[in-house]
DNA sequence: CGGCTTAATGACTTTTGGGTCAGTAGGGAT
DNA sequence: ATCCCTACTGACCCAAAAGTCATTAAGCCG
């Protein structure tokens, strides 16, 4: 080979720093997994974004999976740290209460960084059962779990009506991921007027859910 | 070549049948792009699954990604065309059309092949504008304009609350995409009942849009 | 039956991209 | 200043799979 140009031009920035790297290479793996998915990733492009080598990613992660793996999980983890702020506060009426978890939902799912890694995780998830189940449970179940608790408060209340929705709350927000998912295929096509379906969702869940008398 | 048998043992068939073959392959393909998405489906594989040889698959279409195309298309079309049937009649209250129409929305969104599309779509769907709107023309439009027609006439007939929902009737059938958004990725972490699922559905969905006062 | 058209074949070529490793150079230590 | 450790580089390697094409043979026609 005569190749003249293995050391590139220059930029005053240091090139070694193996405790920065981890957290660079992450992001960048994110960001192209999100924009792609697993297979249409591009390690070379990831590398790219990181502004290294393709093979300074080897020195830190074993494989293209392996690096995937800890994208996932570090996203999965910082989102749910992000929401476990605001779930202390349990004032309001049972109708105040469900509002402001919708709206949380919307931000978070609809709008937010959340709807990249929920579209990775339908799509491969299959290859990661450990990821699937912990985001499962960070997820469905600890939504679940306050469903649960705004309604059985909402019934000594007096305020929610008894009925089968107390067993499977989830029916509740599913008009949420519609609306996410409507989003990742119709973006182009055909986009949701949010307001206008976040009232009807509203009015679908309260009338169904409050007892006839109650507020309003 | 030491290769014995070029020529497959023989069935009695005949081995050229250039009529046939395109509907063989895109069965093949649906059938493969249905298990493994776009990318990682295999044209060998195809071939072999339609039992002939690969280069065959060029006669009749120029690129893996035009019999992608082709398979859908057609998945697309059937899917709809089954549809097409259990519409016309529209008798009996407003509760029993929504939850005739619920059912056989679950029956061939969640548990028939309707689903594998949607999977496919969902990942793949950037690649193909137009079959994504001729989907969304075929399901999300022609669902909206028959829930508000329903609805229309529940209001006529005294039975529907007049409501927000009447604009974006696509969150009374949410739950249901919800339902298979949730198979798709816990199916083996975490299945939900589907009987218990689908009466909440009911419940949540009918104290809002049913007048306080009508049926049951 | 021999000739001819063309459906079909499958070995081969090309492309793509994950993964490797011999070489380069940053920068602390002496 | 120069030595040395090691972070970093990127050309290379190789497997997998898309796509090609010279060759084979099915089956019609005279």
Redesign the pocket.
Known sequence: ?T?P????P?SGK?????D??PGEIIAAGISEFEENGFH?????RI?QKA?????????YY????ALFLAAIEEQVTSVMSESEADLGAVNGTTRDLLNKLLKNMYDRFVHGEAQALFRILLTEGDRMPDVISSYHAMTVQRGTKLLKMILARGIDRGEVRPGPVLETPQVLIAPAVYFAVHKMMFKNAQPLDFEQYFEAHLDMLFNGVLKKQAAD
């Open positions: 080979m190749d140009d293995t050391t590139p220059a240091p090139r070694r720093r193996k920065a790297r249409k990733a591009n390690l070379s590398a502004g290294i080598a393709k093979g300074t990613i080897y020195l074993e494989s293209k999976e």
